[in-house]
């Protein structure tokens, strides 16, 4: 990728001293002024000999990926401050600016013009200090936009200069042109999928978990088998659950009070309470989950459907404790919080 722009800063004066950052300085500004960077004359300009410059700068694919990485750091930071949005439209449109600043520089175009399969090895490399330098940058634009986890955000910045390489310096070698809007719909796509999903909880700063939940997959499995095996869900709520619930209410302590109960067509048992213990969201579910503790079975399932409604599946599989043959009970409370 190409990281010139129209207004080149002017050439340094004669070095001062030498040193790697004045070597660094030199082959810029050779670049910028369209000269082929010359290791002989720049060691000679430095007054070092070649060894001393191939220690401090590497040899001049080296050279000259370290210029051009300073030439791009300022040039994207300045493009970014102008994308408006956020997101992965900010980032692409970014990649648009940035691939239409570079298309036509000089310097680029004659260094392939001249020079192709050096320019190729510099700007197409995934090795060398233009390369790391731009995923980088990449890499923290995708933080700051709040895309992706810390280790995805490394592959994806990896992907998307990939892209600008080969929709640019690729196409170019190629076809004759960039293709800016292919490799705009390009990186739109890539992060379509990545925007910033609602926090966890309140101070969640990772975005992801740790793990899956597969080491439970088999046992829900089982549940799920036998709530949907006809005949599970035994009959006379009434007698075996409501009693329980009727007790658990009237202890004290209590945040319930229970006010009627109804088995519906499809077998589930409702019970509607009131609710005095808070009005507070997790009080509810917690005060909720303590009250329906007082029916539970071997396997036992709880799931809050919306503010006021639990729903609970409790019984006994196959092979449970004590041994008696599998049955359960579906259970819903209906709660209506008084304040």
Known sequence: MSVSETRHPEPPERPRRADADTAVALATRDFLLGRRIDMRALAAELGVGRTTLYRWVGDREALLAEALARLALPILDRLWLACPGSGG???????????????????GLRVFSEEPSFALRVFMSHDNALFHTVRSWFADRLAEEGLLTPEERETIATTIVGIVK????????????????????????LLARA???????????????????????PG??????????DGWVAEEPEHHLLPHLETACAAPGSAFRLTG???????????????TGGDGRIDVLRD??????AVA?????????DP?????????LDGDPPGFAAHGHLLRLAVTVVT
């Open 166 to 189: 080969s929709y640019s310096w690729a196409r170019i070698v190629s076809a004759g042109r960039p293709d800016i809007a292919g490799a705009r719909t390009a990186v739109s796509v």
């Open 89 to 107: 439209e900010r980032i692409a449109d970014l990649v648009e600016a940035f691939m239409t600043n570079n298309t036509g520089q000089a310097p």
């Open 308 to 316: 006021s409604t639990f729903d609970c599946a409790t019984g006994v």
């Open 261 to 275: 109960s109804r088995t519906l067509p499809d077998g589930v048992f409702e019970v509607s309470l009131e609710h």
């Open 220 to 229: 829900v499995h089982r549940l799920l088998g036998h709530l949907d095996r």
């Open 195 to 217: 925007e910033p999903s609602a926090p966890r909880w309140d101070t969640d700063g990772r975005g992801t978990g740790v793990a899956s939940g597969a080491p439970l997959v």
């Open 288 to 293: 909720a989950v303590r009250l329906l503790a």
């Open 297 to 305: 079975e071997p396997s036992f399932f709880v799931r809050q459907v």
